[in-house]
Structures are given as structure tokens and as C-alpha cells.
């Protein structure tokens, strides 16, 4: 799993990725915290319309939301898989945390609310 170079040096790219673990952390926590935001803002805004949706609307507002779910399910999983290969705990627990309380508060709170 260590990668060497000719002279026999073993700190390779698996130990610099290693200790870069809480950079990283940081990075995507942003990075998560920001693509929520952006995913929640559409769905919210497909769904503006004026006066009842027609068809062609309700199918946009549709196709719209399944491309947010997938996005989000797909940069959750990817995120959780890639952190878990190089096995860098603190980016994965912050990914996770990042993505998943977000909504969940915002779900709380809206179930709270009506």
C-alpha cells in the first residue's frame, strides 16, 4: 500500500494523503455544506410557478427534483467511498455529518412546524 521510489524512500502519496486527512475534512465539509444549499435552492425554485402547473411544468418540476436526489445520493456515496478506500476517518465523518443533518434539521423542523 506505500509507494516507494527508486531510492527506497517509503513516504509516498498514501501517508501524505494520510496526514492531510483534517484539510481535507475541512474541504468537504464546505464543499457539502455549499452543495446542499444549492441543491435544496433547486428544488425550491422549480417548484415557482404562477397560478396552477400545467403538465410540462409539473414534469420540469419533476425531472428537476430526481436530478437533486441523484446528485445528492450520488455525491454522498462517492464521497463516503473515496474517503472509506483511503481510509481517511475524520473526512468521513465530516462528509457524513455534513450531508445528512442539514436535511434532517431541515425536516425536523418543517415536520414541527406543520
Same mark, same amino acid.
Given at each position: 500500500?506505500?509507494? @516507494?521510489?527508486? #531510492? ?27 452543495? %446542499? ?11 415557482? #410557478? ?5 403538465? #410540462?411544468? +409539473?414534469?420540469?418540476?419533476?425531472? @428537476?427534483? +430526481? ?26 465523518? @465530516?462528509?457524513?455529518? %455534513? ?16
Amino acid at each position: 500500500m506505500y509507494e @516507494t521510489d527508486t #531510492t527506497g524512500n517509503s513516504a509516498g502519496w498514501y501517508r501524505r494523503l494520510r496526514r492531510a486527512d483534517a484539510p481535507v475534512a475541512v474541504l468537504a465539509g464546505v464543499g457539502d455544506i455549499l452543495l %446542499c444549499g444549492v441543491l435544496f435552492w433547486m428544488a425550491i425554485a422549480s417548484g415557482i #410557478t404562477f397560478g396552477a402547473p400545467d403538465e #410540462t411544468q +409539473q414534469a420540469e418540476m419533476d425531472a @428537476t427534483n +430526481q436530478l437533486a436526489e441523484r446528485l445528492y445520493f450520488g455525491w454522498l456515496a462517492g464521497g463516503l467511498l473515496l474517503s472509506g478506500l483511503f481510509r481517511l476517518t475524520r473526512s468521513a465523518l @465530516t462528509h457524513l455529518v %455534513c450531508m445528512v443533518v442539514p436535511p434532517a434539521a431541515l425536516l425536523a423542523y418543517l415536520a414541527a412546524a406543520g
